[in-house]
C-alpha cells in the first residue's frame, strides 16, 4: 500500500502547471496516464469514455484557437482530449470522466510531466477540431509537458474548519 501521509503531500503539492519544456513525452509515459484514466472509477463501471492523445503539432495549435484561457496548450508537446460517450452513461458521463481526469492529472504529476484542466474553451469548435459527434461531451482538453522551470507556490485553500461540519 502506499504511504498516505506521503500521498497526502503529493495532493498537496500537485500544481496546475502552465509552462511546458520543447522535449517529448516517451510513449511508456503516455500510456501510464492513459492507464490512470483506464483504472477510473464509474458509475455501474460503464467507463463512457474516451482519450484522445494528439501530438501533431498543427491539431494541437487548431484546437489552442478554442482554447481561451489556455493559450498556452500550443507549447505542450502532447495533449489529450478527454470525452464523455454520453450514451454509455447518460446520468453520470460527468462525473465519470471528471474522476477520470483527476488520476490522469496526477499521474503525469508523479511523472513530474505539468498539466492543466482546460475549462475555459469553445467547446463547439474544439469538437469540430477532433471530429466529435453529438453523443460525444467534450470535458476537458489537458495539456502535458515536462514541467518548464519551478513549480508554482501552493495556490490558496479554504480552511478544513470553513468547509466541514460534523453532525452529532
Ligand atoms: C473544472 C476546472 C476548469 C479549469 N479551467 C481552467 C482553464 O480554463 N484554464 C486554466 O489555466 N486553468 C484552469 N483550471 C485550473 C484551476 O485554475 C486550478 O486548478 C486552480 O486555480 C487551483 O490551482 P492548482 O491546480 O495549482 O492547485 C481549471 C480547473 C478545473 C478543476
Known sequence: ???SKEL????KNRRSIRRYQDKPIPDE????????GRWTPSASNKQPWMFIVIKNKEKIKKLTESAIYGKFIDKA?????????????????IQDTSLASMNMILMAFSLGIGTCWIGSMDREKAKENLGLGKDDFLLTVLPLGYIKGSIPKPTLRKSLDQITREIN
Open 29 to 36: 509515459e503516455i500510456k501510464m496516464i492513459l492507464e490512470a
Open 1 to 3: 500500500m502506499i504511504n
Open 77 to 93: 508537446p502532447v495533449v489529450i482530449a478527454i470525452v464523455g460517450k454520453i450514451n454509455e452513461n447518460p446520468n453520470w458521463y
Open 8 to 11: 497526502l503531500e503529493f495532493f
